[in-house]
């Protein structure tokens, strides 16, 4: 009787030891470091809140904040509208060669971070790069400070805005004709049909969309540093990710998982106001 009782708990039992081994562990072993001055395993003293007080006043810090939260808003404002529009595109009855678009659209997220930075620096290549030799111009795109984050960002539209696509796509799918059909019969138009129909019916997608894209964009790491080599002239291109990496460069591991839970707790916060602004909780005003 013993047995058969504690039969499903051993069945379960190696996914919640795996799983204390390899993500509760080590979140409460780092949270417990942010507390410690921690060069190597064997310094380790007890400082409580100064790495979080060295981040308030480290300027290296702010730079990074503003330059992950630059790049989130670039994504909001420019992939988020892209990937709508391909959606649009993909779905519209008269295309011919949909399944074509979609997999020419969506092709580029299957290409890893590190790829794609290695292939965009030749395109911004100051010499021979695409975008220079197609308009004419001779701007050094990843040496100019002002111009080194939005190439970030065209570079992470060129290849996430297919992925967003796709839940875009799949929401215009199941929004019901019978509502553009009556939309005009009373007469509306294309826009009128986009703003008043096909935008609240894509409002759960958009929720969801404009969250997991805040998620991403507020981790940024891989392409930035293999498109900059780094951090980029003058730390312009140098992102929350990047500082916490600094540090465990320079084995200033407390300071590390200080700015790593600082991250944790921005990204919630983030997410929260989001979804309060967004009325995902239903409270209507």
């Known amino acids: 009787m013993v047995r058969r009782q504690l039969a499903p708990y051993v069945f379960i039992s190696p996914f919640y030891i795996l799983y204390a081994a390899f993500m509760l562990f080590p979140l409460v072993s780092s949270m417990w470091t942010s507390f410690h001055f921690q060069r190597t395993l064997e310094t380790n003293v007890f400082v409580g809140l100064f790495n979080y007080r060295i981040l308030l006043y480290d300027p290296q810090f702010w730079q990074a904040l503003f330059n992950t939260f630059y790049f989130t808003f ?51 290549h100051p010499d021979y790069g695409i975008f220079n030799m197609l308009f004419g111009i001779d701007i050094a795109w990843l040496e100019e400070q002002l ?8 570079t992470s539209v060129w290849q996430s805005a297919g992925f967003n696509m796709l839940y875009f796509l799949a929401g215009l799918q199941g929004i019901r004709r019978e509502l553009y059909e009556a939309a005009d019969v009373d007469g509306a138009n294309r826009w009128q049909c986009f703003i008043d129909v096909t935008l609240p019916g894509l409002r759960p997608i958009l929720i969801f969309v404009v969250i997991m894209s805040i998620i991403n964009s507020l981790q940024l790491f891989d392409v930035p540093f293999v498109l ?21 460069e ?25 979804l309060r602004l967004m009325r995902a909780f239903g409270d209507e005003e």
């Not at 111009?147 to 065209?154: A, C, F, K, R």
């Not at 980029?232 to 465990?248: A, C, D, E, W």
């Not at 200033?252 to 790593?260: F, V």
């Open 250 to 274: 320079t084995s200033e591991l407390g300071l590390a998982c200080a700015t790593g839970w600082t991250l944790a707790v921005l990204i919630f916060a983030v997410t929260m106001a989001q």
């Open 228 to 248: 900059l080599d780094g951090e980029g002239p003058g730390g312009h291109g140098r992102t929350i990710v990047m500082y916490l990496y600094q540090k465990f």
């Open 74 to 124: 670039g994504v909001l404002c420019v992939q988020l509208p892209v990937a709508l529009g391909m959606a649009l595109i993909v779905n519209a009855r008269f295309l011919r060669g949909r399944n074509f678009f979609r997999l020419c659209f969506f092709s580029p997220t299957l290409v890893a971070g590190v790829f794609v930075a290695i292939i965009f620096r030749q395109i911004y």
């Open 147 to 154: 111009l080194i984050m939005p190439s970030i960002i065209m």
